[in-house]
């Protein structure tokens, strides 16, 4: 449900068209919110998936090399936790971080539904997953592709 400002018209003063109970509603700016929103998660996001991230990373980087250095996942979280400690596996994390992605996607999102609601405020399923396939395109090409 979107959240609605009620603005009061008096009537007859919209281009000589009078509403019939003189008020009008218009949706809130959620895009801006979104952006917020989608900032804050893709932080928590971040801390909590980063690790995991930094774990394939470092198996993929060994798999390369000419002497392994790990035997597995959880040798690699033993490894990096006896080196550097817990904070050993957020390491590069402060770079990572600044990935607008998740921003992007939620404000992107907000932007089409708000384009693409019906007159009572409301997205059908089919519009509900253009608004997300197009969210999802524009976070590619303006977050991940140049980013990543």
């Known amino acids: 449900m ?22 009008v509603k218009h949706p809130s700016n959620k895009a801006l919110k979104g952006l917020i929103a989608g900032a804050v998660s893709g932080v928590v996001e971040m801390a909590i998936n980063f690790p995991t991230d930094y774990v394939k990373t470092q198996l993929q980087l060994d798999e390369k090399s000419t002497q392994r250095r790990y035997t597995g996942m959880l040798d690699v979280i ?44 409301q997205l059908t399923s089919g519009r509900l997953l253009l608004c997300g396939m197009a969210a999802g395109c524009c976070e590619a090409i303006l977050a991940v592709t140049p980013i990543e």
């Open 78 to 121: 033993k490894q990096t936790v006896r080196r550097h400690g817990v904070q050993g596996l957020y390491r590069g994390l402060n770079v990572a971080i600044w990935n607008p992605k998740v921003a992007v996607r939620f404000a992107a999102f907000e932007s089409f539904r708000k384009i693409a609601v019906d007159e009572r405020g």
């Open 2 to 23: 979107v959240p609605l400002v009620e603005m009061k018209i008096p009537l007859g003063q919209i281009s000589g068209i009078s509403p019939p109970i003189g008020i």
